[in-house]
């Protein structure tokens, strides 16, 4: 299975700054999209960006300005630089990553999830 480590989570103040980074591994699937969801406190978990394998990205509307989502193909990571971050960015981060390959005895295409990062942002 392809396994995702996130890392860079941080206690930061408002209007700092927070790079998250998300590698891939494993042999023998080949990733696809892959994404940043957040899920802050007492709150359902919500998409924050996803970048295809071409470059292609998506965001959330509360992020759009502030944030990008960047991946380097030649290492399987994913990265999200956060900028000029709110209170309201508190949350825990994860990092998701479809991929192509066999799964038991199903062949297509599955997701995978990191563990998470939290991200604190407070004075």
């Known amino acids: 299975q392809v396994q995702l480590v996130e890392s860079g989570g941080d206690l930061v103040q408002p209007g700092g700054s927070l790079r998250l980074s998300c590698a891939a591994s494993?042999?023998?699937?080949?990733?696809?999209?892959m994404g940043w969801y957040r899920q802050p406190p007492g709150k359902q978990r919500e998409l924050v960006a996803t970048i295809t394998s071409g470059g292609s990205t998506n965001y959330a509307d509360s992020v759009k300005g502030r944030f990008t989502i960047s991946r380097d193909n030649a290492k399987n990571t994913v990265y999200l630089q956060m900028s000029s971050l709110k209170p309201e960015d508190t949350a825990l981060y994860y990092c998701?990553?479809?991929?192509?390959?066999?799964?038991?005895?199903?062949?297509?295409?599955?997701?995978?999830w990191g563990q998470g990062t939290q991200v604190t942002v407070s004075s």
């Open positions: 998701h990553a479809d991929f192509y390959g066999q799964v038991g005895g199903t062949i297509g295409l599955f997701g995978s």
């Open positions: 494993g042999g023998g699937f080949s990733v696809d999209a």
